[in-house]
Structures are given as C-alpha cells and as structure tokens.
C-alpha cells in the first residue's frame, strides 16, 4: 500500500513537471511573437506561430519613395517571375523559425530579401534589453546580417 502511494506520488510529480516544463517552454518560445520595429525605424514585422514554427510578414515598411508606394511595392526581383508581381507588403519574409529552450533562442529559419530575391539561412534572439535580434546568414552564422527590432 506504501509503495503505491510512493509510486502515485512520484508519476503525479513526474507528470506535474512535465505540464510545468512544457508549458514554460511554450511560453518562452511565444515570447518572439507580436510586432516587432526595425531600429532603422523602416520596417514593420508581424511575427506569429503557424503549427509548430514561426512566421514573419511584413505589415509597414517605408522605401523613401512615400507612403503610397509601400502599397504598390512589389516583389521584382523575385527568382520566380510568376510571383515579381505579388505585393511585398503583407508578405511573408521569414518562415520555418524552430525555438530551441536549449539556447533560447529560435534556429532553422529561411529569410527572404525582397530587395534582392534571395533566400537566406535565418536565426533570432530575443537581447536581455528586450529587443530582438534577426540574422541572416549563407550556411554559416558568423557570415551574415543581422537587423535589430524593437517591439512595438
């Protein structure tokens, strides 16, 4: 009868830290979504989670050409020439971004430049000063860009 209780106890705290655990993790992997500013102050980013993986589209962005031009801009230099005329306002740029709890960080992401029609490696990280950090690099992280966002 000991041993039961022993053993009910240990599952119901194996189960409890689990749910605790899983469901920090979860919350710590959310904390990337929302809107997010580029420090340039040019660039607006709707980060979300779709499945299991986060997303980015962007919502505003200024090209010094006007306020109207962000809503005609659109994708020209795209490899695809089907998709050169698909607006870059309220695309998605950045896709596939997994959170690791090991590093905090989110990993395995694809970045595209829509100023170039590339396709690049992407990694982010939320700064202790709250801000988050975008790379995006070719194969290696340390050949690469980074941008800076606040949250808005």
């Not at 309220?90 to 590339?118: C, F, H, P, Q, R």
């Not at 396709?119 to 941008?147: E, M, P, Q, R």
Request: glycine share 6%; net charge positive.
């Amino acid at each position: 009868m000991m041993a039961n209780k022993l053993l009910c106890s240990f599952l119901a705290f194996v189960f409890y830290s689990g749910t605790v655990y899983h469901t920090n993790n979860v919350a710590a992997a959310d904390q990337i979504c929302g809107k997010w500013q580029s420090q340039d102050k040019n660039l607006v980013v709707q980060i979300f989670k779709e499945d299991e993986a986060f997303k980015a589209k962007i919502i505003w962005f200024d090209n010094g050409e006007g306020e109207q031009a962000m809503h005609t801009f659109t994708d020209k230099y795209n490899p695809n020439p089907a998709l050169r005329t698909r607006k870059v306002l309220g695309m998605n740029v950045l896709e596939n971004l997994e959170y690791s709890a090991d590093t905090d960080s989110w990993e395995n992401g694809i970045i595209y430049d829509a100023s170039s029609g590339k396709h690049y490696n992407s990694c982010a990280k939320i700064n202790k000063d709250g801000s988050l950090n975008v790379k995006g690099y070719w194969h290696f992280k340390f050949i690469g860009k980074s941008i800076r966002f606040n949250r808005m």
